[in-house]
C-alpha cells in the first residue's frame, strides 16, 4: 500500500516550474492526491474482507447471500429512522414493511472506488489542458535562470536570448494567457459540476450533506436523527427470494451490515467541505482574473508589490505599453527566473521599450494616469 502511494505521489509531482497558480494547482496535485487515495482505500476495503455481512436462516448459505445483497443493494424503510432504537426497532431505518415506496434502496456502495476514480481524471483535466497549450513556453524561456549562480558570459548571453524574445513578441500573448484563464474557468465548473453529480449519485442528499452534518452536531442530544445514517447506513435489509422444497417463491429477508460505510461516511464528509473551500477559492481567483483583464492599474500595482526590486518607472512603462496577456507572462517569469537576473531582464526591456518609441494601444493610454 505503501508503495502505491509513493507511485501516486510521482504521478501528480508539482514541478518546480510554475506555471500556473496555486489554487489552480490545489486542483491537480492535491485534490487529485486525495481522491485517488481514497478509492484505493475503498478499494482496497472493498476487495480484501467482507464489504457486507448478512445474517439470515442456515438454508441460504451465508456466501451467496452476502454476493446477492451486495450486486442487487440493500434498502432501509424511510418512515423508521424516527422510532426508538432498542424498543421499536433494532436500528434506525431497519423495520419490515412491504410498502415499496417507503424503502430506500442504496445502490452506489459498488461503484464509490470507481465514482472517486473518475473524480480525480477530472480534476486533472484542466491541468493536462493547460500543459498542452502552455507548450513548455515558461521553461523554454527560463533558460536555466532560476539559479542566479552561472558564468557570467553565460547569464549574458541567456538574458539577451529572454529579452531579444520579449521585444520581438511583444503584445502577442493575449490569445495565450486566456488559455490559461479558461483553464481556471474550467476547474471552477469541474469542481460545482462534481458537487451536483456527487448529489446525483447519493438520490440528492449530497448538497445539503455538510449543513445537516453541522445542524445535527449543534441540536439537542435527544431530539436529533443523525443524518450520516440515512446517507450512509451501517445496518440495511436485504430480500432475497429462491425456491422453496415444495416448488414455490419464498421470501427471504435479511439484515446486513455494511462496514465500508463507516469509511464511506469519513470520506464523503471530508470531501463535502474540502469542494466547497475549494470552489470559494477558485472563484475569488476567477474574480482576480476578471480586475486584472478590465483594470491596467491593477496589473501594475501588482508587478509592483510582487517584485519590489524594479524600477516604478520601468514597471509602468511595460505595464502601459503591453497588453494583459503580457503582464501574465512577465508575472510567470518573475515567479521562476531568479529576482536579480529578471530585474535586469525588465530593466533592459524597458530601456529598449524606450528607445524603439512603441505606441500607445488604442484607448489604453487615457486609461493610465500616474497614481
Known sequence: MLDIFRGLKTLIKVSS??????????????????????????????????????????????????????????????GAFNKKVGVEVPYPGVETSKDEKDKKLYKYYQWVCFCLFFQAILFYTPRWLWKSWEGGKIRALMLD???????????????????????????????????????????????????????????????????????????????RIDP????????????????????????????????LNVVNEKIYVFLWFWFILLAMLTLLTIVYRIIIILSPRMRMYLLRMRYRLMKKEDIDLIVRQSKMGDWF??????????????????????????????????????????P
Open 145 to 223: 535562470l532560476d539559479i542566479g549562480i552561472c558564468a557570467e558570459n553565460e547569464k549574458r548571453m541567456k538574458k539577451q536570448l529572454m529579452i531579444d524574445y520579449l521585444l520581438e513578441n511583444f503584445t502577442y500573448h493575449n490569445w495565450w494567457a486566456y488559455k490559461y484563464y479558461f483553464c481556471e474557468v474550467l476547474a471552477l465548473i469541474n469542481v460545482i459540476g462534481q458537487m451536483f453529480l456527487m448529489n446525483r449519485f447519493f438520490d440528492g442528499a449530497f448538497l445539503s450533506f455538510g449543513i445537516r452534518v453541522l445542524e445535527f452536531m449543534d441540536s439537542d442530544q435527544e431530539d
Open 17 to 78: 516550474i510554475h506555471i500556473d497558480s496555486p489554487v489552480f494547482r490545489l486542483h491537480y496535485s492535491i485534490t487529485v492526491l486525495i481522491l485517488f487515495a481514497f478509492s484505493l482505500i475503498v478499494t482496497t476495503r472493498q476487495y480484501v474482507g467482507n464489504p457486507i455481512d448478512c445474517v439470515h436462516t442456515k438454508d441460504i448459505p451465508e456466501d451467496v447471500l452476502n454476493t446477492y445483497c451486495w450486486i442487487h443493494s440493500t434498502y432501509t424503510v424511510k
Open 329 to 370: 507572462l512577465f508575472y510567470m517569469l518573475g515567479e521562476n527566473v531568479d529576482s536579480v537576473i529578471f530585474r535586469d531582464v525588465i530593466h533592459e526591456l524597458a530601456r529598449k521599450l524606450r528607445g524603439h518609441h512603441l505606441d500607445f494601444p488604442r484607448g489604453f493610454k487615457n486609461d493610465m494616469q500616474e
Open 228 to 259: 450520516i445514517i440515512q446517507v450512509f447506513p451501517k445496518m440495511t435489509k436485504c430480500t432475497f427470494y429462491k425456491y422453496g422444497v415444495s416448488g414455490e417463491v419464498e421470501r427471504h429477508d435479511a439484515i446486513c451490515i455494511l462496514p
